[in-house]
């Protein structure tokens, strides 16, 4: 089902989103629209019988609501529903809604994402339209997306703006991408497969793998459920199913963090008050020492819970094991050697993805690419220019976390945010300067109002100026010092798990 590629990895990006130091809050979310209450006895679609195993999978009539929860507290949920277009009997109709609700220090913070998506209803049936609608925290937009063989046409509209239309390249999702696990539970097979994903409209392997049925504890009496695991190569993250007999989801786990558990729609939207600050920050047990923010500076940090995947040396950060299971990080930042730098426009070492163009990014917007021809001139030395960039993004962006926006254009209109308008700024500023460039996920130290030394969610950026080198536009850090521990990429959800987990039980 779309839920397992799609809600609880978009909740992951919203939870990182709001995570992220000193974050945002909008204009609150509309309430879902309304659907059936779910039958306790799920009934199998009713079609002709050349149709896709997707129809043919038993579901609950009238969609199902799921509540979702960061470390067992209730922060949104999660409605999701698929069958034949009504009064068509060749077109699959799938919708999903993802609501999200935090609160961001004193503020309240809400996301809406729903999507509607229309397929041919036979087996391997194209993907041929859909509807995206975003509100509240990071914007709101509609995208209205038409998809043939030979590529996509996406409509953006935006209130009190003009229509946008965008011609993307076509996707190979088809209508058994849109519930995987269902069809390969029916099937007792695993479903190998694409998504088109809601955010950047790039389309990404799917794949969901059967598991052993297992007996689990539903309403105080063991039953036998089913399970599949579907991991997306945009996300990364196993996502497991439990599903009983009679076709209705019961839970989904997304890491160890983050569940969906299935409720009646009245208990689902019942919200916890949950304050992100508080429940996402990583205490430490000390503050940091000084040397942690010159530069050059150092510190090393004992962490527990941080799995191996993530365990990879690089020039800031390297990693011993301990025998305890626990691993020793150091941290180190210093400016990149003056000897390694290299004129722009520069070739990026990973093939070209760190100076595309895209929905989100948009270096290729003449105004983005008017604003970094005017803040870098005839600079050639790339890390000079860099630097020009990230000082103007600094200077010129107003630290306003009640202000959100996932488009580029949007962050340089509005000309204020928090760390992640900060980032996404100047990552299209440096593309488009020809300077390879890319966000970074992770956590900065900081010590906040009741004096708690923490490591909070942050997000800066990171330049290929001949090597590479870490800025922080929002602090206006020309190099980002050794309190930033980066763990992540382009706000990428594969990191949430670590969300509510990470540990730091030592400070040298």
Sequence with gaps: MRLSRKALPSLGAALLSLAL???KKQEP?????????????????????T?????????????????????????????????????????????????????VGARTSERMHREERIYEAGPGGRLVAFTIQQRGDGGTQTLVGTVTPTGMSVVRKRPGMADETVNLPPTTEVVEDADQVRVALLRQANVAGSALDGTDLGTYKLVTTVQPAEERLVSGVKVKVGKAVSVSD??????????????????????????????????????????????????????????????????????????????????????????????LVTLSAQAPEPKSLKPRPLTDPE???????????????????????????????AYT??????????????????????RATDVLRQRKGDCTEHSLLTVSLLRAAGIPARRVDGVIYMVNQDGVPALYWHEWVEAFVGEWTQMDPTFNQVVADATHFGVGQEGNAEITPLIGSLKVVEVR
């Design 385 to 406: 220019a860099a630097k020009a960039i990230v000082g103007w993004v600094a200077k010129n962006l107003q630290k306003d976390y009640g202000a959100s926006a996932d």
């Design 234 to 327: 945009k996300e990364k993250v196993p996502v497991t199913a439990y599903l009983a007999e009679d076709g209705r989801l019961l839970e989904m786990e997304y890491g160890q963090t983050m569940k969906a558990r299935a409720e009646p729609e009245a208990m689902a939207k019942r919200l916890d008050v949950v304050e992100v600050f508080g429940l996402t920050r990583v205490v430490l047990p000390k503050p940091l020492p000084a040397e942690a923010q010159a530069i050059p500076g150092q510190v090393k940090l004992v962490m527990e819970n941080l799995p191996e995947k993530f365990q990879r040396d690089t020039y800031r950060q390297k990693y011993q094991p301990q025998p305890d299971g626990r691993v």
């Design 351 to 381: 093939g070209g993805k760190n100076l595309e163009s895209s929905i989100i990014v948009e270096s290729d917007n003449p105004q983005i690419r008017d604003l970094s021809k005017q803040l870098v001139g005839e600079e050639k030395d």
């Design 51 to 103: 149709v896709s195993d997707v129809l043919k999978a038993r579901r609950p009539q009238g969609g199902e609501y799921l509540g979702l929860y960061l470390v067992d507290k209730k922060v949104g949920y999660v409605f999701n529903d698929l069958g034949l277009v009504p009064g068509r009997n060749d077109r699959v109709r799938s919708i999903n809604e993802l609501h999200f609700k935090a609160q």
């Design 29 to 49: 979310a509309p309430a879902a629209p309304q659907a059936q209450q779910a039958p306790s006895q799920a009934q199998p679609a009713q079609a002709p019988a």
């Design 21 to 23: 130091v000193q974050c």
